[in-house]
């Protein structure tokens, strides 16, 4: 078992991070600072900024471009659209560059590399057919539009996937789809312009085979936003999270990714990775926090002594740092057993991950937030949107108890003597 990045990974690193610190964080702030005047002054705070889209375009001349593309099935794609050096990356090497783009905001999608849009590419790149491919992976590989993902539903328990009840019904050559879904990431964004959306084809089939997974065009007939939904007060423009309803809406069966009932198929096939990607993004954020912690620590003083020496701060900044390197080491673990055995064999892996690792951020950050005493609740700062942003992903792609009830009967399995 052997964690070391690749000699190509190692450099990759060592640049995206020197473009983060030159290119990222100097203007990082005039950014969010830019997005809430817009707001406060009822302008369209949806509206990419021209910033933005410079450091992207620097990025990608850099060949800092689609660093999550995998190793397993990048093939021609990251010749063509990829980091410099044309292929794709093992978990294991991406995962440390995902950690470095998550202490920014912005830095996932200066390189291209943010949710959903990552996760979608995969499910093209590893379901999709050419037709499908060429309408839709190469311009999202290529920065030109954005996508949204359809998944989550307001009417039933989310956390059990198999309770979707919008439908995916199919007639003839075509596929109707009726039904409410919520929390349609990226759907805001101006570019947006294909939805993957999650419907129930075969209600009486097998639980894990009764949905299908289709490909809709936003400005197909019928599909509507309902109301852009804030998380914890905060929208995430340009992305955001939408309520959208789809009203008799009516798609080619082509646009089917990998035949009708396997959507929960796909679905599996997309997380185990995106869920690597999501939680070295939070370690990063933690990382980040921590490192405010310690320098505010140092800089300010309060009855006489510097923070850091008062309240056992001290001791909460050394259980930080064992709590952020445990969490780095079970990720990485994670990357790992996906290289080598994939997504089924590493069940329990990613399961621990993103049971623990969110939780593990959220709490760093609200050290950090103490710290800074009413700085840190302020937007001043971004620790209060990094906490959110931890605090959010304890319920994407499943709760913390549906992981955790994974996990236990992984465990419980090893004993039970095959009941």
Not at 20 to 38: G, N, S
Not at 218 to 227: C, N, Q, W
Not at 240 to 251: K, L, M, Q, S, Y
């Amino acid at each position: 078992m052997d964690f070391a990045p690749s000699s190509r990974a190692a450099d990759l690193m060592e640049r995206v991070g020197r473009f983060i610190d030159e290119e990222v964080a100097p203007v990082e702030a005039e950014y969010h600072r830019e997005v809430a005047a817009q707001r406060e002054n009822a302008d369209d705070p949806w509206r990419p900024r021209s910033l933005l889209t410079d450091l992207r375009a620097k990025a990608r001349a850099q060949g800092l471009w689609n660093l999550f593309l995998p190793a397993a099935h990048a093939g021609v794609y990251a010749a063509r659209f990829g980091t410099q050096g044309g292929a794709g990356l093992t978990n294991v090497d991406y995962a440390p560059i995902a950690e470095l783009t998550g202490r920014s905001l912005l830095a996932p999608h200066v390189f291209n590399c943010n949710a959903p849009d990552s996760g979608n590419m995969e499910v093209l790149l590893q379901y999709g057919d050419q037709a499908q491919r060429d309408r839709w992976l190469d311009p999202l590989l290529e920065g030109t539009i954005r996508s949204a993902f359809a998944m989550t539903e307001p009417g039933v328990a989310s956390s059990d996937a198999t309770n979707m009840a919008a439908a995916a019904v199919l007639e003839g050559d075509e596929v109707v789809l009726n039904g409410r879904k919520w929390w349609t990431t990226g759907i805001g964004h101006p570019d947006c312009r294909v939805i993957l959306y999650m419907g129930l084809t075969y209600p009486d089939a097998d639980k894990h085979r009764r949905h299908t997974m289709v490909l809709v065009p936003r400005d197909t007939s019928g599909v509507k936003i309902e109301r852009m939904l804030p998380a914890m007060g905060r929208y995430d423009e340009p992305f955001g999270h939408g309520e959208v309803t789809f009203a008799n809406v009516r798609v080619p069966a082509s646009n089917i990714l990998l035949g009708p009932g396997r959507a929960f198929e796909i679905a599996q096939g997309r997380l185990g990775p995106g869920r690597v990607h999501h939680c070295m993004r939070l370690i990063g954020l933690a990382e980040a926090a921590l490192a405010a912690v310690c320098r505010r620590g140092l800089d300010r003083t309060a009855f006489g002594k510097p923070l850091a020496a008062l309240g056992g701060n001290r001791e909460r900044i050394a259980k930080a740092r064992i709590a952020i390197d445990s969490a780095r080491l079970l990720v990485l673990h994670a990357a790992w057993k996906l290289d080598t055995v994939g997504s089924r064999g590493a069940l329990s892996e990613i399961s621990q991950i993103k049971a623990h690792v969110p939780t593990m951020a959220q709490e760093v950050i609200d050290f950090a937030m103490q710290m800074h005493g009413g700085a840190g609740l302020s937007d001043d700062l971004p620790l209060a949107a990094a906490w959110s942003t931890a605090r959010a992903i304890r319920l994407a792609d499943g709760p913390d108890e549906v992981h955790l009830d994974v996990v236990g009967r992984v465990e419980l399995g090893k004993y039970s003597g095959g009941r």
